[in-house]
């Protein structure tokens, strides 16, 4: 292979138009014969097709309008039942115990719901020193569901669990 570029301009300049044009040619030729080395890869290899075990799982049936019209009584069910907790853990037992009354009815056709605000009806009616109130609420949730009981946290409370036990007695429950 001929002179570098490095080379060629690193020449002793002529004073020959000739050597002049002759240089520039030679300097444009070797510019372009010089190449840029290009890092060849290996093939990647194609990917393999799903197999049945790896196929996602079909989507569900869209919800019925009966399936919608059920979870948003259930939400507003229980945004019922949440009023009733929040007026409780803030220390509003009055407005506790008047929100579960209202909302009571409502709450029936969700016996978890139903079962949870007369527990806490209950709970604020004891702490009101409405003891008899306190009991009729423990006695509808026991006659609602015989196996009604107190959360850990709950049980052996100085004011509502002597009360509770009363009504399971009164239930016939032991």
Same mark, same amino acid.
């Given at each position: 292979?001929?002179?570098?570029?490095?080379a060629i301009i690193a020449? +002793?300049?002529?004073?020959?138009?000739? $050597?002049?044009?002759?240089?520039?040619?030679?300097?444009?030729?070797?510019?372009?014969?010089?190449?840029?080395?290009?890092?060849?890869?290996?093939?990647?290899?194609?990917? +393999?097709? %799903?197999?049945? %075990?790896?196929? /996602?799982?079909?989507?569900?049936?869209?919800?019925?309008?009966?399936?919608? %019209? &059920? +979870?948003?009584?259930?939400?507003?069910?229980?945004?019922?039942?949440?009023?009733?907790?929040?007026?409780?853990?803030?220390?509003? *037992? *009055? $407005?506790?115990?008047?929100?579960?009354t209202t909302v009571l009815?409502?709450? +029936?056709?969700?016996?978890?719901? &139903?079962?949870?605000?007369?527990? *806490?009806?209950?709970?604020? *009616?004891?702490?009101?020193?409405?003891?008899?109130?306190?009991?009729?609420?423990?006695?509808?949730?026991?006659? /609602?569901?015989?196996?009604?009981?107190?959360?850990? $946290?709950?049980i052996g409370h100085p004011?509502?669990?002597?009360?509770?036990?009363?009504?399971? !007695?009164? &239930?016939?429950? !032991?």
């Amino acid at each position: 292979m001929g002179p570098s570029i490095s080379a060629i301009i690193a020449m +002793k300049p002529s004073r020959n138009p000739s $050597g002049i044009v002759s240089a520039i040619l030679a300097v444009a030729f070797l510019a372009a014969c010089q190449t840029e080395q290009v890092e060849v890869k290996p093939a990647q290899p194609a990917p +393999k097709a %799903a197999t049945p %075990a790896q196929a /996602l799982p079909p989507a569900p049936p869209p919800e019925t309008p009966e399936q919608i %019209a &059920e +979870k948003a009584a259930r939400a507003a069910a229980q945004a019922e039942r949440d009023s009733v907790v929040s007026l409780y853990n803030n220390g509003d *037992y *009055y $407005g506790a115990i008047k929100r579960a009354t209202t909302v009571l009815d409502d709450l +029936k056709i969700y016996k978890d719901l &139903e079962l949870d605000t007369l527990k *806490y009806s209950a709970f604020s *009616y004891c702490l009101v020193s409405r003891t008899a109130l306190c009991r009729q609420q423990f006695e509808k949730a026991l006659k /609602l569901d015989p196996a009604f009981t107190l959360e850990a $946290g709950e049980i052996g409370h100085p004011l509502w669990w002597p009360v509770f036990l009363q009504a399971k !007695k009164k &239930e016939g429950i !032991k």
